[in-house]
T-cell receptor, first 115, second 112 residues
Framework: AQRVTQPEKLLSVFKGAPVELKCNYS??????LFWYVQYSRQRLQLLLR??SRESIKGFTADLNKGETSFHLKKPFAQEEDSAMYYC?????????????????FGQGTILTVHP | NAGVTQTPKFQVLKTGQSMTLQCAQD?????MYWYRQDPGMGLRLIYY???????DKGEVPNGYNVSRLNKREFSLRLESAAPSQTSVYFC???????????FGDGTRLSIL
């Protein structure tokens, strides 16, 4: 069974400081990993996916298969980055001849960026 | 672009009452999902529908039922609401097995 662990429930930094949100996973197959962000009382939005290897809003994340990690990083945090961040993994399952992706979330990290 | 639309946005129920949460997507996605979000628990999958005509249980299905009415719509029903079902409910859809899921705005449900 797949598992996603975000060890920090809360993370506080000051504006302009670097930030790293940790994510570790366990999955026997080839992982598809994502970071989602949820701003206060808004819907979850996709922030990053590992296969795209892009930078969104200054955030990057690198998949490290050796350490089974997918940490989210930003060199200079901004106040508008304050939000809940979820790391998530898609595992492919088969049910009744149909394949589908089951998304497993970590418990989330609340990032607060102070002025 | 509506994406994933959930109704209602807020609801208060009394213990034992029933209700249906509605979800519709306009992205022609095959797969749809219902999650609940609770403090300290993250998001947990209640039910999913891999494709039209199929539904299966997720991590926390007890007390819920679902209907995949057509390709666009996937509803979640609470037959006899309990205070433990107080939560924020999110519907999501995805276009492919390993594609990102798109979420609705959520329904805040309180059961007294």
């Amino acid at each position: 069974a797949q598992r996603v662990t975000q060890p920090e429930k809360l993370l506080s930094v000051f504006k302009g400081a670097p930030v790293e949100l940790k994510c570790n996973y366990s999955y026997s197959g080839s992982p598809e990993l994502f970071w989602y962000v949820q701003y206060s009382r808004q819907r979850l939005q996709l922030l990053l996916r590992h296969i795209s290897r892009e930078s969104i809003k200054g955030f990057t994340a690198d998949l490290n298969k050796g350490e089974t990690s997918f940490h989210l990083k930003k060199p200079f945090a901004q106040e508008e980055d304050s939000a809940m961040y979820y790391c998530a993994l898609i595992a492919v399952h088969n049910a009744g001849g149909t394949s589908y992706g089951k998304l497993t979330f970590g418990q989330g990290t609340i990032l607060t960026v102070h002025p | 672009n509506a994406g994933v639309t959930q109704t209602p946005k807020f609801q208060v129920l009394k213990t034992g009452q029933s209700m249906t949460l509605q979800c519709a997507q306009d992205m022609n996605h095959n797969s749809m999902y219902w999650y609940r979000q609770d403090p300290g628990m993250g998001l947990r999958l209640i039910y999913y529908s891999a494709s039209e005509g199929t539904t299966d249980k997720g991590e926390v299905p007890n007390g819920y039922n679902v209907s995949r009415l057509n390709k666009r719509e996937f509803s979640l029903r609470l037959e006899s609401a309990a205070p433990s079902q107080t939560s924020v409910y999110f519907c999501a859809s995805s276009g492919g097995i390993t594609q990102p899921q798109h979420f609705g705005d959520g329904t805040r449900l309180s059961i007294l």
